[in-house]
């Protein structure tokens, strides 16, 4: 397993982590495109392939609450 270092809220956000990074490993299984989950993760998910998995997943009726909960798992953003 691979924990996501860029997300400074990791920890005590567990299964919110888990709900975040399944969009992207679902996208990556999905596209099988080189790099697509690293950079799905990147930046603890702020960044333009994690919304675009998203809606490749089909998941843009939780788009609001997926975006949120990334914004808290990485709150300390510089």
């Known amino acids: 397993r691979r924990i996501n270092n860029d997300c400074q809220n990791f920890i005590g956000n567990r299964a919110m ?23 799905c993760r990147s930046n603890c998910f702020y960044n333009t392939e994690f ?3 998203i809606d490749a997943t089909e998941n843009t009726r939780n788009k609001e609450q997926l975006e949120q909960w990334a914004a808290i798992l990485g709150a300390g953003w510089n």
């Open 17 to 39: 982590y888990e709900k975040v990074d399944w969009i992207c490993k679902d996208c990556a299984n999905i596209f099988r495109k080189d790099g697509l989950l690293n950079n």
């Open 51 to 53: 919304l675009w998995c």
